[in-house]
């Protein structure tokens, strides 16, 4: 039988690693055709022959989602080897760790660059080719860093509480089109972002609650599905929080 997401063509960035990565093998099980974008190509290139061994389609094309230039090089290329984009999930992102006052004006530019406007910029670029379809799903990867505050990363709670703001805007403004934009926020997920805040050797106590342990990216999967589908189809510009912020 066919995966519910058959004929569909979903990019989705930061899927060389971590949370992207097991978004790209989630939707290529339901049978999405998934392009792989990553800063990094060879992780891009590695997620995508994984998938293509298991039998799906996907496609790896670097680029760095904070330039224009680069966003509108792989949306081109998407719809000329795939023909359409009906999916666009934006989970690239960064957090250098770091307290306010040794945060730099150029480390500030990066993470609001990367993780805020690389989302705006893939959105933008996508949109048109969802308005002429008449359909499509956009789904944000936001955090409850975004308004809960983050010690030493007052940057990524900056950007990740932007993308909210601009998640429900472009929800109330793409609706009529047809396109749902919604963001989901994670707790605490084994990536290599969130393990850069911790202490080598760290491993989590035995006795934490379920409410309160650090999940794998592939618990992030079935929210996203959800969010892809039309099981979502009345929702426009919510934030949905896996775990209280």
Not at 81 to 100: E, M, T, V
Not at 158 to 187: C, H, Q, W
């Amino acid at each position: 039988m066919a995966g519910q997401l058959s004929g569909k063509v979903a990019v989705i960035t930061g899927g060389g690693s971590g949370i992207g990565r097991a978004l790209c093998h989630g939707l290529a099980q339901e049978d999405a055709t998934v392009i792989v974008c990553d800063v990094n190509q060879p992780t891009a290139e590695a997620t995508a022959s994984e998938i293509s061994q298991l039998g799906k389609k996907s496609l790896a094309i670097p680029a760095d989602v904070s330039r224009a230039d680069q966003v509108a090089a792989l949306v081109n290329r998407t719809i000329s080897s795939a023909g359409r984009i009906d999916i666009l999930i934006n989970a690239a992102g960064i957090w250098p760790r770091h307290p306010f006052l040794e945060v730099s004006e150029a480390e500030w530019r990066r993470v609001l660059d990367i993780n805020l406007t690389g989302t705006f910029l893939c959105c933008q670029a996508v949109v048109p080719h969802m308005i002429r379809q008449g359909s499509g799903k956009i789904v944000n990867l936001a955090s409850g860093r975004g308004v809960a505050g983050a010690t030493n990363g007052v940057h990524y709670a900056a950007s990740k509480g932007g993308i909210i703001a601009l998640t429900v805007s472009l929800g109330m403004e793409l609706g009529d089109f047809g396109i749902n934009v919604n963001a989901l926020a994670p707790g605490g997920t084994e990536t290599p972002l969130f393990r850069g805040g911790r202490p080598e050797g760290w491993q989590p106590p035995s006795t934490v609650p379920p409410n309160r342990r650090i999940e794998e990216p592939e618990s992030v999967v079935g929210p996203v599905l959800f969010l892809v589908t039309d099981a979502s189809k009345t929702m426009f510009g919510e934030v949905i929080f896996m775990k209280a912020p």
